[in-house]
């Protein structure tokens, strides 16, 4: 059975920085690609950051330059490194996995066809 925990959200001041950990187990991780999104209060959810089986990274507009994706493959592990943290930053934080079938050559999966989810991390920053 596919599992996804995520830890390390938490209260921060506008310009702090945080990092998340996605902790996967029960599918093979090196075969997915992953990814973090976030809901808002009152918003859709909307991703983040993504990263491919290589290392490849992507990330929304809204937070290049500022968030940095990357996985751990021995630990089965993604993480999310936060800095310069906004308002706009407050959310559920969410890390999800896509298998093979969307995960490759340069695809960047639509939210709708991640295979796994975990429960989320709430990150909330104070102005």
């Known amino acids: 059975q596919a599992l996804l925990v995520e830890s390390g959200g938490g209260s921060v001041q506008s310009g702090e920085s945080l990092a998340l950990t996605c902790t996967s187990s029960?599918?093979?991780?090196?075969?997915?690609?992953m990814g973090w999104f976030r809901q808002a209060p009152g918003k859709e959810r909307e991703g983040v950051a993504f990263?491919?089986?290589?290392?490849?990274?992507s990330y929304s507009v809204s937070v290049q330059g500022r968030f940095t994706i990357s996985r751990d493959k021995v630990k089965n592990n993604i993480y999310l490194q936060m800095n310069s943290l906004r308002s706009q930053d407050t959310a559920m934080y969410y890390c999800?996995?896509?298998?093979?079938?969307?995960?490759?050559?340069?695809?960047?999966?639509?939210?709708?066809?991640?295979?796994?989810w975990g429960q989320g991390t709430q990150v909330t920053v104070s102005s």
């Open positions: 999800a996995a896509v298998g093979p079938t969307y995960c490759s050559g340069g695809y960047l999966p639509r939210e709708s066809e991640y295979n796994y």
């Open positions: 990263v491919d089986i290589n290392g490849g990274t």
């Open positions: 029960g599918f093979h991780f090196n075969a997915y690609c």
